[in-house]
């Protein structure tokens, strides 16, 4: 009875893990749409609850730390069940930085709003659903242990890099033609920055949701298209 018991309680702390990761993701999606929205809508105070709200992303994380350290020291999980406790810290901790790139994305979009010169901001718009997306489908492949969808999420990660250069080029050349720009598309280049590092932490969760289901990494090396470090824009 005693040891039915043991098992009943590891599967319900267990099963406490897993939700939390799944309400961070939910949180870090709702979070991520909001300062998307800041951004294109120059709405400074839906900006600002972003930035307040991150908070409760970092609170469950903490949650979600002390709930794995308890069940490592006293439990010992061996096999699967180790590998959805390491996996969960791992992945908590990628969310976390994802609701942090959401935060700077927000704290940029209180800067922009108030800039006389509107800045070029749809440009952002194809890059930004996109890692939304990502981030969306990588916590629905976490709730349904799903690696398949998982490594979708992976391999859209070089289109986002790649939009990124794009972006970056682009924002060079709107500063170069027109100096009334320099201050908004500085602040674009960080946003897009934070929207990129939000799709590589994505796919790190994609990744550690195919060792939880699999057993293992993906083999194959991801695919990188971030090329702004050599980018040159030349004036005409």
Known sequence: MTGGHTVAAFDAELARLHQIIVTMGRRVEEQFAAALEAIAERDAGKASRVIEADAEIDRLELEL???SVRLLALRQPMAKDLRDIVSALKIASNLERMGDFASSVAK????????????????LSWMGETVLGMIRDVIAAYDGQDAERALAVRNRDGQVDAAYTSLFREFL????ESPAQITGCTHLLFVAKAIERAGDHAT?????ICYIVQGRLPSEERTKGDLSSFTVVEKR
């Open 108 to 123: 940029r979009a209180v800067t922009l709003a108030d800039l006389p010169v509107e800045p070029p901001v749809a440009s």
């Open 173 to 176: 050349t709107y500063m170069m």
């Open 204 to 208: 790190n969760v994609a990744e550690n």
């Open 65 to 67: 730390e002390a709930l």
